[in-house]
């Protein structure tokens, strides 16, 4: 599988070299993902950026704001989704089961 980001497009990718999530010297942060809407990162008015990654095989829907729900933006395993310039709320759901994002906040 390409390994990039994928573009809320969902069909185009970009390369991720500098976008390394889960190595041994940058985990990020891990976020457990329910079948409920959870809280991936709370507001933060200093946020400069954030990379969530998937790391299941299970489909992580987020959204930025409150409310996730299986109609918001798809995260497949190994996907990853950057925003700039956000500082609100970023919750997410999986439709069953449960899902685990790597998160990095700068």
């Given amino acids: 599988k390409f390994q990039g980001i994928r573009l809320a497009s ?12 889960a190595t041994a010297n940058n985990p990020g942060t891990q976020i457990s ?11 933060n008015t200093s946020r400069l950026a954030c990379i969530i990654k998937n790391m299941t095989s299970t489909v992580v829907y987020i959204k930025l704001g409150t409310g996730a729900t299986t109609t918001c933006f798809e995260l497949e395993e190994d996907d990853v989704f950057v925003t700039d310039a956000y500082p609100g709320i970023i919750t997410g759901i ?6 685990a994002v790597s998160v990095i906040e700068v």
């Fill in 10 to 21: 969902g069909e185009d990718y970009l390369p991720v070299g500098l976008y390394q999530l």
């Fill in 33 to 43: 993902v329910g079948n409920t809407s959870t809280t991936i990162l709370a507001a």
């Fill in 94 to 99: 999986v439709a069953s089961g449960s899902g």
